[in-house]
């Protein structure tokens, strides 16, 4: 099983709104992240947990809050979004972030509109 | 910044024929390098990396060819089909890091 797999696919939410993103993969990858990525760019970096503690804060603004339950999950809680956030948010996963890279699996997506 | 620099920004090919992209970087720690295929509304997928202490590698129609004293690498896709039509991103990764830096992205475009 070499997926990640991401809930919601689609999400619409108003401005005042809090919702979640939910990340979900079961290679035993200790290296999970959450990028975002805008229409017809590459994906951009947010957030890295190692180890299930966040590692990497790419000063992403507090309106994104991330959390990683366990080694297998990754969230990420959204509040009081801007319009310019909307995009596809991505999660990736990576065997073991202590060594050598390998390579990273990324989920489909969830493609997010603030209203 | 950017960290890898991606050339061209779309491409348009028959089928049968043979896209290139090429990618450079600066960075001496970088030491690999991957490929990711990504078609629209969808995650991207890896296709192909390569590490520095190799020059060529070959996987199925999709070859990476390195040069490591010029700090460039490039994929070559052989015989492409209309299923190839997808955006290609470039990245580089340094031992013990954990951000992949994208190349910004060429779109293939194989016409029937």
């Known amino acids: 099983d070499t997926e990640v797999t991401q809930t919601p696919k689609h999400l619409v939410m108003g401005m005042t709104n809090k919702k979640s993103l939910k990340c979900e993969q079961h290679m035993g990858h200790r290296a999970m992240y959450w990028y975002k990525q805008k229409a017809k760019k590459p994906p951009e970096l947010m957030f890295v947990y190692s180890y299930e503690k966040l590692s990497i804060n790419e000063s992403v603004p507090s309106r994104f809050s991330p959390e990683c339950p366990n080694s297998s999950l990754l969230n990420l809680h959204l509040h009081a979004l801007q319009p310019e956030d909307s995009a596809l948010y991505l999660c990736?996963?990576?065997?073991?972030?202590?060594?050598?890279?390998?390579?990273?699996?990324f989920g489909q997506g969830t493609r997010l509109t603030v209203v | 910044q950017q960290q890898v620099k991606q050339s061209p920004q779309s491409l348009i090919v028959q089928k049968g024929g043979i896209p290139i992209i090429n990618c450079a970087y600066e960075n001496t720690a970088f030491d690999y390098f991957p490929w990711y295929q990504q078609f629209p509304g969808k995650g991207p997928a890896l296709l192909i990396a390569?590490?520095?202490?190799?020059s060529e590698k070959k996987e199925g129609r999709f070859t990476i060819s390195f040069n490591k004293s010029a700090k460039q690498f490039s994929l070559h896709i052989m015989d492409s089909q209309p299923g190839d039509s997808a955006t290609y991103f470039c990245a580089a990764v340094g031992t013990g890091a954990n951000n992949l830096f994208f190349g910004t992205g060429t779109r293939l475009t194989v016409i029937p």
């Open positions: 390569i590490r520095p202490d190799v």
């Open positions: 990736a996963s990576s065997q073991n972030p202590a060594k050598v890279n390998t390579e990273a699996f």
